[in-house]
């Protein structure tokens, strides 16, 4: 399974693909619950509603990708989110995707700085 919708053309920009991404990246920093996630992403200046994050994390347990389980604590049961040997491979291949862009974008904005130097 590859990610869909990523690459050329694929939709980089739309913020459900950076909400995908920054989850993926907290899940794979560890077992976490989704309480957690909201402000970890917070912290990163990502401002998400629960019910999108947790719409996120269906979709990503749907796709093989996160697993959880419910753990009880010293409050209500909680989901605890990890990400799977799939998941592993699919943040792999996000990581190759992401770094084949950043040449591409790298690229565009040299050639865009010498177009600006002949230009003056």
């Not at 980089?12 to 991404?21: F, I, Y």
């Amino acid at each position: 399974m590859g990610p869909q919708g990523w690459g050329y053309g694929g939709g980089w920009g739309k913020r459900g693909e950076w909400v995908t991404l920054w989850t993926l990246i907290m899940v794979a920093e560890g077992p976490v619950h989704g309480y957690e996630i909201l402000m970890r992403l917070k912290e990163a200046g990502i401002s998400l509603n629960p019910g999108s994050l947790y719409r996120t994390l269906r979709a990503l347990e749907a796709q093989g990708v996160v697993e959880s389980r419910w753990t009880m604590g010293g409050g209500p049961a909680r989901r605890l989110y990890r990400l799977t040997t799939q998941g592993w491979a699919y943040l792999r291949e996000l990581r190759r995707l992401l770094q084949e862009q950043r040449r591409v974008l790298e690229e565009v904005m040299e050639r865009i700085d010498k177009l600006e130097n002949r230009g003056r």
